[in-house]
């Protein structure tokens, strides 16, 4: 089910009533049921594939905290994660590895007999994953007590807001919610449906109206000009933020109406100074996921200084190939860890010169100078992660070095429309929903938005609602487009 839909309209306005009419002990059953109906909306057999690892990981986590024995304990955890890694490998990574021994046998003038699996990639499959290995990992450690309720186990993997992209939660946010019971207050109901409305703006007027460039330029690499591909990368750069925390602000906002309070999972991203910052403000919740649960087992910051490096370039290229069975996503990820390493590496060469240079003498023009970096190392890889394939980012990235050259021939013959497969109009659309979106941040900065407008008299509030409705209504893409993130 999309939440960009009339459906989900509907299916929320019914699920959240029936869950404050309910007696506290029966509604943790309708919020599974609702979940199952949920998830069971794009494809109903995959559901018997969370139905497998939520049984596994249950009476695991029960073993694990009984169990004293060490060794015994390891192998229950190791049992858990090899069932759930397993089951994304079979489904997710099964036949990219086939097809690469295919390719490799093929170069050596032989054939793989391994055969291709004819399934499809259960939707958010990775998001679930991740999120039911935190929980057997943390009872593992010892940092949360096993979940007798198999009832409220399945409902922690399968809540309905973040079953399908996230946020990937920790037990020890989530788990205990379900137990308490929430009454409806009026200031989760308002601030819930305000993020909730703020998401859907961000994902239909946004994000789908910046794809229908996107799309046109992604698709034909071949036969778009430098000015058009460097402005469909900057394009899909917002787009793809605006799609992804479009997602994570409409599940807050549904959970919290409820009583729910689920993680922060964007935080203005574009506003980094650094690689490092950027992935501190980008899917915190996974970026977070891959510290606690593989760059600090590595050996974190304990361990000497090329070695943690290299730590950091292999937890970025884990984390491309989570994103996707590609080798476009493969070097997607890499390429941030290389930024990462390098930032790394030349921090006191590139401050010097910063110093040298008097940029270090004007706070804010030494701010913009290190976002705008940040802004465009993060792009150049974005062409990587949209591309329909390595050769065609490669494509576009061989087409960017043309673009001033090709904005002076613009200049110079006043033909504004120079290799823009759009309407002037439509892209000027674009940039102006895109200025709305970067307004927002910048009040941001000196405070929270939703608490400014709480502060303004109830005509002031009632108006930026009605303006963000009419947008949606007038301006919005319905075109029941997925969000992005649900392909992983």
Not at 70 to 89: D, E, F, Q, R
Not at 99 to 127: D, H, Q, R, T, V
Not at 146 to 167: D, K, N
Not at 296 to 315: A, D, E, S, T
Request: hydrophobic share 50%; net charge positive.
């Amino acid at each position: 089910m999309l939440f960009n839909s009339l459906v989900f309209v509907v299916f929320f306005i019914v699920v959240t009533g029936l869950y404050f009419l309910l007696p506290h002990k029966y509604r943790w059953a309708l919020l599974l049921a609702a979940s199952c109906y949920f998830y069971m909306f794009f494809k109903p057999v995959y559901i018997l594939i969370l139905g497998f690892t939520i049984v596994i990981d249950y009476y695991a986590g029960i073993l694990l905290e009984q169990e004293h024995d060490k060794a015994k304990k390891k192998k229950y955890l190791v049992m858990s994660l090899i069932a759930n890694i397993g089951v994304l490998a079979v489904f997710k990574y099964y036949n990219f590895l086939n097809g690469n021994i295919s390719g490799l046998a093929e170069y050596f003038g032989m054939k793989n007999p391994i055969p291709y699996l004819n399934i499809l990639l259960p939707i958010g499959l990775s998001f679930h994953t991740f999120q039911a290995m935190s929980y057997t990992i943390e009872v593992y450690r010892g940092h949360q007590k096993a979940e007798r309720h198999f009832g409220i186990y399945s409902l922690y993997v399968m809540f309905y807001p973040q079953l399908v992209a996230g946020p990937i939660e920790r037990p020890q946010n989530v788990l205990h919610q379900f137990h308490e019971e929430h009454t409806f207050k009026y200031e989760n109901a308002v601030s819930g449906l305000r993020l909730m409305l703020w998401g859907m703006f961000k994902k239909v007027v946004i994000a789908d109206r910046l794809a229908v460039v996107t799309d046109m330029v992604f698709d034909a690499p071949g036969q778009q000009s430098a000015v058009a591909t460097v402005i469909a990368s900057v394009l899909f750069t917002f787009q793809i933020f605006c799609d992804f925390s479009g997602y994570s602000d409409i599940a807050l906002g549904s959970a919290r109406v409820m009583g729910f309070h689920l993680m922060k999972n964007f935080d203005r991203p574009y506003s980094a100074t650094t690689i490092s910052e950027f992935w501190r403000r980008w899917h915190i919740s996974l970026s977070t996921w891959f510290r606690d649960y593989l760059y600090i087992p590595l050996g974190g910051n304990r361990v000497p200084y090329m070695r943690r490096q290299f730590n950091l370039f292999f937890v970025f290229l884990v984390s491309g190939l989570w994103h996707g069975a590609d080798w476009k996503f493969i070097i997607w990820g890499a390429l941030h860890g290389v930024f990462l390493v390098l930032a790394n590496v030349t921090y006191d060469i590139r401050l010097k010169v910063r110093k040298a240079i008097g940029l270090e003498r004007v706070p804010w023009l030494n701010r913009l100078v290190q976002q705008s970096e940040t802004f465009v190392l993060v792009t150049i890889a974005w062409i990587f992660f949209r591309a329909n394939s390595t050769h065609d980012a490669l494509v576009m990235i061989g087409k960017i070095p043309a673009f001033f050259g090709e904005v002076a021939t613009m200049v110079r013959t006043g033909n504004w429309s120079y290799g823009i497969p759009i309407a002037p109009f439509r892209l000027l659309l674009c940039f102006v929903v895109i200025a709305v979106l970067e307004s927002v941040h910048l009040l941001q900065r000196n405070g929270n938005v939703a608490n400014m407008i709480d502060r303004k008299p109830l005509i002031v509030r009632w108006g930026v609602y009605y303006m963000l409705l009419l947008a949606i209504i007038y301006l919005g893409v319905f075109s029941n487009r997925e969000f992005i993130y649900f392909q992983f």
